[in-house]
């Protein structure tokens, strides 16, 4: 990955000093300023180049529009649920988080809330601030031998388990996509939820907020458990429905709840957390010395590596970088944009084109066919507007504009390359380059395959014209009138229909409407 360029970056919630003493010893310019609203937040963003922020700040689709400078979006703790991530996406920035900064605390808050319910804990200390001495209300129930439900079998998930199995509960569990064998090895069995429900004194949920997740536990759901079931959500408001719990605690199907997280938060319905069965915190899952410093840390160092072209840890939504650290990569993903570039130039039509194909060649390439269509994109689709395709949003772009794009490598071929073909009408357009000591390099445009590949830097001049022995002095003549020098001269050896020709330039053309005479199709582009 090349280095991306970051000067300010706004905070806009309190996190831990070390993450702004971070970046600032890296040369990186921070303001701070928690509490923002929306509007003051899009009225700002436009002036950074990045952002850091919590749960709190919601970095809605208006708010990423407004940032007309923004590569990275950082993300000091687990869930980007605040982040518009799709909108992110198609604007080329990269999202990040810090997923295991706050895992412990987050699992130990929840191991709080658990053993609170079992011994109302809560509840009794209220009372004797009251003034009471109450030893008959807040009878309790031991955890050792019940059975703890976990759902959602991650790093938290996980975390959790093994604390509570020190109590001596019995885990079980569901993840659809953590393996049964591997939750095996930490104590968890795991089993569908509909077996789940039933058995379970206790359920906990750890998973993120989605679709699938949302309203896990329903009032079908609830009615599944065991009377009196206890549960606790420090994952995400709305994995259990808020209204079915309250039925649920009203009657008696549900024995207690604890609450760190809410659908709203602050919550303006207090009906929850003013129910007696219920405990609730705002928010406090990861609100531990330990897990901020750590959460500031790890997202200032991984924006410094990201800056400095060194690693990309935490990116939620630029898996297409992964693969770009080498400087290697870097001359590939040039010559993707450049021929990406040359296409487009060369494209006659002026329809938009509709499908690309992108074939890349040799074993050194195998891994890099991602990397290797986006770049191409890339070139294909800059054309000085607003949108500004990069490697992260290449293919969103593609997508939004109808563009059908394939990729494949071709196995068994010794030789890197890589083939571009594009259809404009009907038309296919076809280009195939490589890399030749660090400097990519041109070899064949729309069957003419040139006998001196064509350098792809600088002012390049595309033409299509009927094969002459007075070409190259006509043009020769006709760039020293228009006051242009020469820099190259690449002609094709072999081609199937009219030749292409690449001519270097030291400046470039003016005009391209004189050349008419000389020429079917010309092209010019700075690369
Ligand atoms: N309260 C807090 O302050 C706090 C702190 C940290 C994390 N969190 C939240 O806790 C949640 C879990 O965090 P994590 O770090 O363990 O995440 P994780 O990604 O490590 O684990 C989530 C697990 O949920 C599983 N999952 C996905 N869909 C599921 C479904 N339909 N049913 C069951 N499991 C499903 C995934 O396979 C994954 O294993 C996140 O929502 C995160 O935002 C809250
Ligand atoms: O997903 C998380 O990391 C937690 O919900 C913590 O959120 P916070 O950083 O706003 O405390």
Redesign the pocket.
């Known amino acids: 990955m090349a280095p991306i360029s970051i000067k300010r970056i706004l905070i806009s919630?309190s996190v831990d000093s070390c993450c702004m003493k971070i970046l600032q010893e890296n040369g990186i310019q921070v303001i701070e300023k928690p509490n923002m609203n929306k509007d003051d937040l899009i009225a700002e963003i436009k002036d950074y180049d990045g952002l850091v922020v919590?749960?709190?700040t919601k970095v809605t689709a208006d708010v990423i529009n407004a940032a007309s400078n923004l590569k990275v979006i950082g993300?000091?703790?687990?869930?980007v649920d605040n982040v518009d991530v799709d909108a992110s996406t198609k604007k080329g920035i990269i999202v990040m988080?810090t997923p295991s900064g706050?895992t412990i605390s987050?699992a130990e808050l929840t191991c709080t809330l658990l053993m609170s319910l079992s011994r109302h804990v809560p509840q009794a200390v209220m009372s004797m601030k009251a003034g009471n001495w109450d030893r008959k209300k807040f009878m309790g129930a031991e955890m050792y031998g019940k059975i703890l439900g976990i759902v959602g079998l991650g790093r938290i998930g996980k975390e959790v388990a093994s604390r509570m199995q020190s109590f001596g509960m019995k885990t079980i569990g569901y993840d659809p996509i953590t393996p049964p064998e591997v939750t095996a090895s930490w104590g968890v069995e795991q089993m569908s939820l509909e077996e789940l429900w039933p058995r379970c004194d206790y359920i906990t949920v750890h998973t993120p907020l989605m679709p699938s997740t949302t309203g896990l536990l329903n009032d079908a759901t609830f009615a599944k458990c065991k009377k009196g079931v206890k549960v606790v959500n420090c994952a995400?408001g709305g994995i259990i429905d808020e209204a079915a719990l309250l039925r649920a605690l009203e009657s008696g199907q549900c024995g207690g709840a604890g609450l760190d997280?809410f659908v709203e938060e602050p919550p303006k319905d207090r009906v929850l957390v003013n129910h007696p069965n219920v405990i609730t915190c705002p928010?406090?899952?990861?609100?531990t010395k330990e897990a901020q410093a750590r959460?500031g840390q790890d997202i200032a160092l991984q924006i410094v590596d990201m800056v400095k072209g060194k690693c990309l840890v935490g990116a939620v939504n630029a898996q297409v970088l992964a693969s770009t650290f080498s400087p290697e990569s870097h001359q590939w993903i040039r010559l993707g944009e450049a021929i990406g570039a040359v296409l487009k130039s060369c494209t006659t039509s002026k329809q938009p084109f509709n499908q690309v194909q992108i074939t890349t060649q040799g074993d050194s390439l195998k891994a890099s066919s991602s990397y290797m269509t986006s770049a191409v994109i890339v070139g294909l689709l800059t054309d000085g507007s607003k949108s500004r395709p990069n490697l992260v949003n290449a293919l969103s772009l593609a997508k939004e504009s109808g563009i059908t794009v394939t990729r494949n490598h071709s196995e068994g071929l010794t030789e890197s390359a890589c083939v571009v073909e594009i259809s404009v009408n009907g038309s296919c357009y076809r280009a195939t380059g490589s890399v030749q000591g660090g400097v990519p390099i041109l070899l064949e445009l729309n069957r003419s395959v040139f006998r001196q590949p064509v350098s792809l830097t600088g002012n390049l001049l595309f033409f299509k014209a009927a094969s002459s022995p007075l070409l190259l002095s006509s043009l020769t003549g006709f760039l020293a009138k228009a006051g242009v020098e020469m820099e190259s001269f690449s002609a094709p050896t072999t081609c199937i229909g009219e030749p292409w020709y690449c001519v270097g330039l030291a400046s470039l053309l003016g005009d391209l409407g004189a050349l008419k005479p000389l020429v079917q199709e010309a092209a010019m582009l700075s690369v």
Do not use: F, I, P
Request: net charge positive.
């Open positions: 919630e919590r749960s709190a993300r000091a703790g687990t869930g988080n706050n987050a995400r997280v928010h406090l899952g990861a609100s959460c």
